[in-house]
């Protein structure tokens, strides 16, 4: 089965400093792998994935993710960190289990940026 | 074009209840998913429909049910309410449900069992 981790509860960062978000993952086959936000009472908003290609993906609001296959990482990633970027952060596979058709979600990592 | 949309937006209901949650999904879209999400469990997945077929089922009891209809929006029914049911119910949209496809989620629909 597949599975994501995301081995930090908490990730503070000061405005203007670079950030990382990490997740690792463990699949069967080819690894779909997604980033979502959630700010608070608000769904899921979609910032990047990667499906196959180069490494490096971009995505919006800055993001990009590094995909990783030997170190079965996807690491989030972004230059410089604004307040606005406080949220919910959530790492997704596709559930191949499943034939594809949803998702396997990490526990979430809560950034807070610091002015 | 318009995102995915959930109704009732907050509902409180009581054990025993049943309850059904509406999502409209984005315009051409034909496979809705619905997730449920507490602080205990995260983010979990309940069912798929795709051309009104229920084509994925998650590992919840059989309070938990669903429906689509023919122009892809979406009901999602929990009967005889437990208190664990409260949660935030989320309801996602793609084009076909494929494995390449990026899902879009809705607001979210906030149920709270008393």
């Known amino acids: 089965a597949q599975s994501v981790a995301q081995p930090e509860d908490q990730v503070n960062v000061a405005e203007g400093n670079p950030l990382t978000v990490k997740c690792t993952y463990s699949?069967?086959?080819?690894?779909?792998l997604f980033w979502y936000v959630q700010y608070p009472n608000r769904g899921l908003q979609f910032l990047l994935k990667y499906i196959t290609g180069d490494n490096l993906v971009k995505g919006s609001y800055g993001f990009e993710a590094e995909f990783n296959k030997s170190q079965t990482s996807f690491h989030l990633k972004k230059p410089s960190a604004l307040v606005s970027d406080s949220a919910l952060y959530f790492c997704?596979?596709?559930?191949?289990?499943?034939?594809?058709?949803?998702?396997?979600f990490g526990p979430g990592t809560r950034l807070s940026v610091l002015p | 074009k318009a995102g995915v949309t959930q109704t009732p937006r907050y509902l409180i209901k009581t054990r025993g209840q049943q309850v059904t949650l509406s999502c409209s999904p984005i315009?051409?879209?034909?496979?809705v998913s619905w997730y449920q999400q507490t602080p205990g469990q995260g983010l979990q997945f309940l069912f798929e429909?795709?051309?009104?077929?229920?084509?994925n089922k998650g590992n919840f009891p059989g309070r938990f049910s669903g429906r689509q209809f023919s122009n892809s929006r979406s009901e999602m029914n929990v009967s005889t309410l437990e208190l664990g049911d409260s949660a935030l119910y989320l309801c996602a949209s793609s084009l076909a449900g494929t494995s390449q496809e990026t899902q879009y989620f809705g607001p979210g629909t906030r149920l709270l069992v008393l």
């Open positions: 997704a596979v596709r559930d191949w289990d499943n034939y594809g058709q949803n998702f396997v």
């Open positions: 699949v069967s086959g080819n690894p779909y």
């Open positions: 315009s051409g879209h034909r496979s």
């Open positions: 429909y795709f051309s009104e077929t229920q084509r």
